[in-house]
């Protein structure tokens, strides 16, 4: 059975007794918070690692944040890390490898080339 959040305690306030975590502080684990008002109902929100616990628009620095689920960002993933540890790219023999796409043609078997979209035509 999940718990449920906080309710407003007939004051217009809402209790932030279990958020632990303050704005200006570094975020120190990538995952789904609980974004803890101390005058409005509470919403998640991802966050991720080495960045900071920002202020609230409204209510300033009386925010409050709670972890609800830790979950690593992609960019935190070492299989999608750019030139890292056991990457997946042959190694190249001085060819540079281009990191935008290639729109390939007919001749690779795809039905709309990026000339075809162009033209209005086939080039065969």
């Known amino acids: 059975m999940q718990k449920s959040a906080p309710k407003e305690n007939g004051t217009g306030m809402y ?3 279990d ?15 609980e974004i803890c008002h ?3 109902p509470r919403v998640k929100a991802l966050l991720v690692r080495n960045t ?8 300033a620095d009386q925010v409050r944040y709670k972890l ?19 990457a997946d ?9 281009s990191t935008h796409p290639v729109q390939l ?5 795809f039905r709309y080339s990026q000339e075809y ?8």
């Open 68 to 86: 609800v689920h830790p979950a690593p960002h992609i960019s935190e993933d070492a299989d999608f890390i750019e030139g890292g540890p056991g």
């Open 19 to 33: 958020c632990m975590f303050c704005p200006g502080e570094r975020v120190i684990l990538s995952g789904i918070y």
């Open 52 to 59: 900071i616990f920002p202020l609230c628009k409204r209510c």
């Open 15 to 17: 209790d932030q007794s």
């Open 89 to 97: 790219l042959p190694p190249t023999t001085g060819a540079s490898l």
């Open 38 to 40: 101390h005058d409005e």
């Open 117 to 124: 979209l162009q033209n209005g035509r086939e080039d065969s």
């Open 105 to 109: 043609g007919f001749d690779h078997g």
